[in-house]
């Protein structure tokens, strides 16, 4: 589904996940410093760490990918220079991000239940 060789871009200040298209496009542009229609992938995490969503043009729309992870919260990549407002990311390190590779476990009081 992603391309080889698309920018894929990480924010480094979490967002509100309730955002949506036209919110995160302008997060894309105000933090990353790229239209969103530019053909590059924005990578957007909550507050609590614990989901991502991934924004980007597929030449006839903008797509919202949401992921919200079951265990685990997400583990930012270290070693930006301070105030640095994104990082770009490859292919691989973005599959992490969505596999759960790069996660951490959570408090054990902030896990969710199943529901049954």
């Known amino acids: 589904m ?3 060789g698309v920018q894929i871009f990480l924010a480094l200040e979490p967002v509100d996940m309730r955002w949506s298209f ?3 496009s302008g997060a894309a542009q105000e933090a ?6 530019s053909g590059a992938l924005f990578v ?3 507050k609590r760490k614990d989901a991502l969503k991934v924004l980007f043009f597929d030449g006839s729309g903008m797509v ?3 992921k919200r992870f079951d265990r685990g919260v997400v ?3 270290t070693g930006a220079p301070p105030g640095t407002k ?3 990311l490859d292919d691989a390190m973005l599959e992490a991000l969505l596999d759960g590779l790069a996660l ?3 408090p054990a009081s902030r896990r969710r239940r199943p529901v049954h």
């Open 44 to 46: 957007f995490y909550g």
């Open 22 to 24: 036209d919110r995160l």
């Open 104 to 106: 951490e476990e959570k």
């Open 64 to 66: 919202i990918f949401y």
């Open 75 to 77: 583990t930012l990549p």
């Open 2 to 4: 992603i391309p080889t």
């Open 86 to 88: 994104q990082i770009e």
């Open 32 to 37: 990353i410093g790229y239209e969103a229609r």
